[in-house]
């Protein structure tokens, strides 16, 4: 569909709200929790949770701007905002999570052949399959490029030996995205991007247990572990360009609404720490960092759209997604600790029936918050993206 506005969206947002209505459930209403487990990579949807997903899958629109011949919606920019804004309207989330749609496909899209895209999008699209990435290892970490996972050429198929590290949601995943050397005499020139079956006796994966209580993370080893000739993406040393554009969209979506989103902590402070006679929160210095936090968590909403407006028909990487990512998660961060703050000793429990749920969940939050300013590209070396490609400050790093 064409980008377009006016009579025809409004039309589109009638046509939206007709069928959310009809088909969202009407238990999933009350369940304000309900989008943020379906983005807990091990939760299975069950009941309406799973009557939902398959009506999204029919209808597409959980992939709502990919290209309908592979089962997505085919909408426009235009009109994915609205579908979002409707679902907003009634509470609904989509219930295509992962890192199939919010990374792997839209990158799959662009550089993929038809092939790899009639077989792996459509059950991106349907909530089918799940995706992990294979990026970090023990000893590439902030420096990707000089991963050491092999891949050698074993005639009819690709043989890969090595192992990955944080490697999320590995212990669920059907396949990972996967850069490995296959050229060592080279550094970026020598790694390529390919898909791995995860159902296969040569993989074996080891989540660890973080401090906020849960195990999105894997130590994940390859053992001869096999990738056929046809699921390497991109060409054979070229994966660093594809690797990278992946990158930009993982810190797009990192630096979208899932850090900076949620209940208004201003509201939740009235309830905590009480409002003065204008009904505003009694504490005026919290007040006064609450609302800072607020209106830079709007700016940076704002930010994302016009970059995102900006970067139509623009197919190279782009490190605007840098500024966005440490801004993002900058403001969650802040937006997790004055949570805590604000809830006091009941924003500090473990369990137990003196907690509240929501209570319970802001401790864990402002645990595993902490990690977002290291993963997908540290804090550091976001910095370091935008001072060189960005700001053209030059690169003072000297040789010994």
């Known amino acids: 569909m064409a980008d377009f506005g006016g009579t025809d969206l409004d039309a589109f947002r009638a046509e939206a709200r007709e069928w959310l209505e009809a088909n969202f459930p009407k238990s999933l209403r009350d369940d304000p929790e309900a989008g943020t487990r379906a983005m807990t990579g091990g939760f299975k949807p069950t009941g309406d949770h799973l009557v939902w997903k398959q009506r999204m899958a029919e209808k597409g629109w959980g992939c709502p701007t990919w290209p309908k011949k592979y089962g997505a919606g085919g909408l426009s920019q235009s009109e994915a905002r609205v579908l979002q804004q409707e679902m907003d309207r009634i509470g609904a989330y989509n219930p295509m999570v992962g890192m199939g749609l919010s990374m792997f496909g839209p990158t799959l899209l662009e550089y993929g052949t038809e092939d790899q895209k009639e077989r792996h999008i459509p059950p991106i699209v349907r909530g089918e399959i799940r995706w992990c990435q294979g990026y970090s290892e023990p000893g590439a970490g902030s420096d990707l490029a000089s991963l050491q996972t092999k891949c050698e050429d074993a005639g009819d198929h690709w043989k890969i030996n090595g192992q990955k590290i944080w490697t999320s949601g590995a212990q669920w995943a059907d396949w990972c995205f996967c850069l490995v050397r296959t050229d060592t005499s080279k550094k970026h020139e020598g790694i390529s991007f390919v898909l791995i079956n995860m159902n296969q006796p040569g993989v074996e994966t080891r989540p660890i247990k973080l401090i906020a209580g849960s195990s999105p993370f894997c130590e994940t080893f390859f053992t001869d572990a096999r990738a056929e000739k046809n699921d390497m993406v991109g060409p054979l040393n070229g994966g660093w360009t594809v690797g990278k554009r992946l990158l930009q969209h993982e810190r797009s979506g990192q630096g979208g609404g899932r850090m900076t989103g949620g209940a208004k902590v201003s509201e939740i402070a009235k309830t905590y720490v009480g409002v003065d006679e ?32 900006e970067s139509k028909g623009n197919s190279s990487p782009s490190a605007a997604t840098s500024i966005m990512k440490n801004s993002g998660t900058w403001i969650g961060q802040e937006r997790a600790e004055l949570l805590i703050e604000v809830m006091g000793a009941q924003g500090l429990g473990w369990s137990g029936d003196d907690f509240q749920k929501d209570e319970l969940e802001a401790v864990r939050s402002w645990l595993s918050g902490k990690a977002w300013t290291i993963f997908g590209g540290s804090q550091e070396v976001q910095s370091n993206i935008v001072s060189k490609r960005i700001l053209g400050l030059p690169d003072t790093t000297q040789s010994s």
């Open 278 to 309: 204008a009904g505003r929160i009694a504490d005026s210095d919290l007040r006064m960092r609450i609302a800072r936090n607020e209106m830079d968590a709007r700016a940076h909403g704002l930010t994302l759209q016009r970059a995102f407006a």
